[in-house]
C-alpha cells in the first residue's frame, strides 16, 4: 500500500506523533516524581504540539483502512497472516 512505503505519509506522521508522545511521557515521569513541577501550560502545549499530525493521521488512516481500499493490495490471507 503506498501510503504505508518507506517515506511515505503514514510513516513520516508516525515520527511526528511518536516525538510528540516521547515529550509527553517526559513530562509525565517529571511530574510523577515531583508533583510540584505540574505545569497544566506546559502539558497543554506538549499535547497541542502534536495534536494536529496525530488527528490528520487517524483521518486518513482509517480510509486507508477500508476494506475496499485494502483489497486492493491484500487478499484476504494476507491480511489474516499480519500479526495484530
Not at 36 to 62: I, K, N, Q, W
Request: glycine share 4%.
Amino acid at each position: 500500500m503506498p501510503s504505508f512505503a518507506e517515506n511515505e505519509q503514514h510513516l513520516e506522521s508516525h515520527k511526528k506523533i511518536h516525538d510528540g508522545l516521547e515529550e509527553l511521557g517526559k513530562i509525565i515521569r517529571k511530574v510523577y516524581d515531583d508533583q510540584s513541577t505540574y505545569s497544566p501550560s506546559e502539558l497543554r502545549a506538549c499535547m497541542d504540539g502534536f495534536r494536529e499530525p496525530l488527528m490528520r493521521h487517524l483521518d486518513e488512516e482509517v480510509n486507508d483502512l477500508r476494506a475496499e481500499n485494502m483489497r486492493k493490495y491484500w487478499t484476504k490471507e494476507e491480511v489474516r497472516a499480519i500479526p495484530i
